[in-house]
């Protein structure tokens, strides 16, 4: 079993969970280069992906053809388009490494089975689903209500290690800047 | 126990929970006026709410003092804070009755109290919370992706109950325009 998964288990359950070696047949390691990708528009979200190390971003492609991020997934994270994973049908979105990543495969399939037979995981998925939902409802009042100027002071203040890491044209495109906006912001500010 | 939350739980869980009059104690009926407040800005969101008739919104004040709303809740949805309702922190926002509203309330505490002796309902907010996050991230792609026009027809397609009953002040500040532009734009359309 990954001791990245199962310290979040443990964490997100308060140690109330301790069958981790019966789980991890579920649960498929794989390794992405940068830039390869997970999930395709048109294609199934077949699988909820874990990143173990490494980035994942999901986007589409806007009515004029530019790549648009909508959510990125560093460390701990899990990641899938949660429409066409729950009803098995084509996505509107592409999943793809950012930088060389590791990370964990759950199927569909792997995982109603898994939480048929280990049902005291329905709370794991529901607290990992839940602060999702928290962090969605934060990103749409940030969308809606910031300055773009705001918005990334907003980020650099709240996710520091996140907007060092990520190339400067994916936070530009994730924060709907022209790349030329963003680098004359960090000149200003001096980061 | 309301008919409805039963048959939502029922759904979701494809019959396999019957213990309906049990869990009852754990809901609070709740009546709300028109534009009545649930949750302000400052307050801690104290309690999940399940809507059984009418409409219930979530709103921020932003940098221009203007409401602008995150998400709304029709019958069969649950809406809270869930920053602050998993922290019991204070909130970034409002909640309020779009029309007179009948809700369910369930505390934090009784949510939690539910959960522990009825471990069964973790599949069934795990659901909640998972079609929760697949609508936000539809909801960010539309927020980037779409030109105004072509968000005020998508949304007229896709939730032609919604588009019905919002007031249109509140839809035009939902979609991020202008009462006037809307009112051009279904003038244009002849809806």
Chains 1, 2 share one sequence.
Request: aromatic residues 14%; charged residues 20%.
């Amino acid at each position: 079993m990954s001791a990245i998964l199962k310290a979040h288990i443990e964490k997100l359950l308060q140690h109330s969970f301790t069958d981790h070696e019966a789980i991890e047949q579920f649960f498929v390691p794989i390794t992405l280069a940068k830039k390869q990708n997970l999930l395709t528009e048109g294609a199934i979200c077949r699988a909820n992906y874990f990143v173990l190390q490494g980035c994942l971003r999901m986007f589409f492609i806007n009515e004029k053809g530019v790549e648009q991020t909508v959510q990125f997934a560093l460390e701990h994270w899990w990641l899938a388009d949660y429409t066409s994973f729950a009803t098995q049908s084509p996505s509107s979105f592409y999943i793809q490494a950012v930088e060389p990543t590791q990370a964990l495969s759950l199927t569909y399939s792997a995982q109603e089975e898994l939480l048929q037979t280990h049902p005291q995981l329905e709370r794991y998925f529901r607290l990992v689903h839940q602060r999702a939902h928290a962090a969605a409802q934060f990103r749409i009042m940030v969308l809606y209500g910031y300055s773009r100027e705001a918005l990334y002071h907003h980020f650099v203040r709240r996710y520091p290690e996140f907007v060092q890491r990520i190339p400067q044209y994916l936070l530009a495109s994730f924060l709907g800047f022209t790349p030329e906006y963003l680098s004359e912001l960090r000149g200003r500010s001096g980061s």
